[in-house]
Structure formats: C-alpha cells, structure tokens
C-alpha cells in the first residue's frame, strides 16, 4: 500500500464514516465568534472522540500536542479579502501559505486547498497554478489532496448551484484532488460525483439557525456513498458544542 493510501485510509476509514471538525477559518476570517480559544476547542473535540480536524499551519505548529490522536488535515492556503481584517468583501487574491513537506513536518496526513468560483478570472487563474503545483509536490511527497470546490459568486438557484459544484469537482478531480469537499447537493449531482469513485466529503458552511435541513441532505449523502463530513461552525458556533457534535454522529 502506497504512502499516500495509508494517509488516505487513517483520515477516511474504507470501513466508516468520518467525523472531521475544522477549525482553521481564523486564517482567513480572524478571530471568529464561536473559535476565540482555539486550544479549548481543540481539547474539547478530542475529548468528544472526533476523527479528525483541519487546521492551518500556526495552530498545527501551537495547538499540535492537544491533537491527540485525531488526523490533522492542514490548509496550505488562504484567501485575501480585502485590505481590513475581519471585514469580508470578496476573495481578492489566492494566497499559498505553505508547502506539502512543511505538513509532513508538522504531522499531517491530508493537505487542502479551496477551489472557488464565481470570482474574477484573475483571481481563478491563480488559483488553478497554485492547486497545480501542490498537486504535484503532493504525489511526489505521497500525500492525498483535498480540494474544496466552492461558488461564491452571486445567488443562484439550488439546481443550477449544483451543477456548478458537479462542474467544479469535476475539474478539481482532473487537477489532481485525491478528496473532494463539497457542500450538501441534491441527489442527482452527487450520483454525478460519487460516479468517478473519489472519496467525497461534505462541508457544513456557515452556521444554520435550523440545522435539520443541514442534516437532512446529509444524511442521504451519506447514505448514497460519500465517506464522511467536515463541519466546523455548526458544531463550535452552537450553544452546545457536545450536542451538535452527537447530533452529526449520528448520522454517520
């Protein structure tokens, strides 16, 4: 079994489903409500038995003993704003923070990159190079790719969204990702993805006040084949982080 299989088997069990709880968005959002101690939700992920979490290269360098034995996905980039922190705009610029070997250094198992559309063509362009260039240094180093191909362009109908993300992971695969992070679709366009046989995920997105429908699509994603989830600000953004986090396990 290759380096990188054995990496993509402990972050994704071929046997069961996985829970991995993100708290990286700091990197590009700042000091977000719900992730002010990071080390406490850190601890508190450990001790609630999650899988995994996903984190940026300076809480992997800080935060790494309280891991424990969850796998660490780490983001190589981030995505700039505009010029004040804090203050979401829209993404201006594609930014690599980091490289694969420095993951391998600081103990992770997965890298990860987003791959969002809807932006200006420039700002695409560079985002393909840089997920080109990591698909690459990744092979070599045996590390699998987790790509998030996102739309964050303007409001769009659900089926049309979805067609976007079908498109979307569709030429993240041909990239290279070797995972792919995707938002809750609709049944049509998973059986689209989870036709090419790659380890699919699902992203939470941003914090829901009635989660239900949330869990609902999935709950039938899941069902249909895709390998687990990766939901951080409907867990650490609830009143009750324990709670949210035995709710989505038991969808798994």
Do not use: C
């Not at 071929?14 to 968005?25: E, G, M, S, V, Y």
């Not at 997920?131 to 964050?152: K, S």
């Not at 041909?174 to 992070?181: M, R, S, V, W």
């Amino acid at each position: 079994m290759s380096e990188l299989t054995q990496r993509l088997h402990r972050v994704l069990p071929p046997n069961r489903k996985a829970l991995i709880i993100p708290i990286d968005h700091g990197l590009s959002l700042g000091n977000i409500p719900g992730l002010e101690n990071p080390r406490a939700t850190l601890r508190a992920l450990r001790q609630a038995g999650v899988d995994g979490t996903l984190m940026s290269p300076g809480l992997a360098k800080h935060l790494g003993p309280e891991r424990g034995e969850m796998t660490l996905t780490l983001t190589l980039d981030t995505q700039l704003w505009g010029n004040r922190p804090g203050l979401l705009e829209t993404i201006r610029a594609e930014i690599p923070i980091t490289t694969v070997r420095r993951a391998q250094a600081l103990g992770a198992d997965v890298v990860k990159l987003l791959f969002p559309w809807g932006l200006s063509e420039a700002v695409i362009e560079q985002n393909i190079r840089v997920i080109a260039q990591v698909a690459e240094e990744a092979d070599q180093q045996g590390f699998p790719l987790m790509l998030e191909p996102l739309w964050m362009g303007e409001a769009l109908l659900p089926e049309d969204q979805d067609q976007v993300i079908v498109h979307g992971a569709r030429i993240a695969l041909e990239l290279g990702a070797d995972i792919l992070k995707i938002p809750a679709v609709g049944p049509k366009a998973l059986e689209q993805i989870l036709a090419w046989e790659v380890p699919t995920v699902f992203l939470g997105g941003a914090k829901q006040d009635d989660p239900e429908a949330l869990y609902r699509r999935i709950s039938e994603g899941l069902r249909s084949g895709a390998r687990g989830v990766v939901i951080g600000r409907n867990v650490w953004q609830r009143p009750d982080m324990t709670e949210a986090i035995a709710a989505i396990r038991a969808l798994l």
